[in-house]
């Protein structure tokens, strides 16, 4: 069974940058979709950025487009979101999560797709 284990959440300035990691053990990932997702109190679990197993197709929501580089390492079984010139409205709850697929240029932002979850990295911009 796949298991994830996160690290790299904390506290930072605005314009700051931090680098989440997500260690996979139990399965290879080169067969599942990766995606990063976060949560704030009281609202719906989202989409963060996506990339799909061919490491071909990254998708980004628009808030995070420009700031935010998801990538993957297929050999070392790892993922990771970089995050620069954080803001505030970054503050979060982060997770990954992935799901296996044969489609290998997309991944989906549908939360109930992904069967894996990291245990979530709590990440807060503020001065």
């Known amino acids: 069974q796949l298991h994830f284990v996160e690290s790299g959440g904390g506290l930072v300035q605005p314009g700051g940058s931090l680098r989440l990691s997500c260690a996979a053990s139990?399965?290879?990932?080169?067969?599942?979709?990766l995606g990063w997702f976060r949560q704030i109190p009281g609202m719906e679990r989202k989409l963060v950025s996506c990339?799909?197993?061919?490491?071909?197709?990254?998708h980004y929501v628009d808030s995070v487009k420009g700031r935010f580089t998801i990538s993957r390492d297929n050999d070392k079984n790892i993922m990771y979101l970089q995050m620069d010139s954080l803001i505030p409205e970054d503050t979060a709850v982060y997770y990954c999560?992935?799901?296996?697929?044969?489609?290998?240029?997309?991944?989906?932002?549908?939360?109930?797709?992904?069967?894996?979850w990291g245990q979530g990295t709590q990440v807060t911009v503020s001065s």
């Open positions: 999560a992935a799901y296996p697929t044969s489609f290998r240029d997309f991944c989906t932002d549908r939360v109930g797709d992904y069967d894996t």
């Open positions: 139990g399965f290879g990932l080169r067969h599942f979709a």
């Open positions: 990339i799909s197993t061919s490491d071909g197709s990254e």
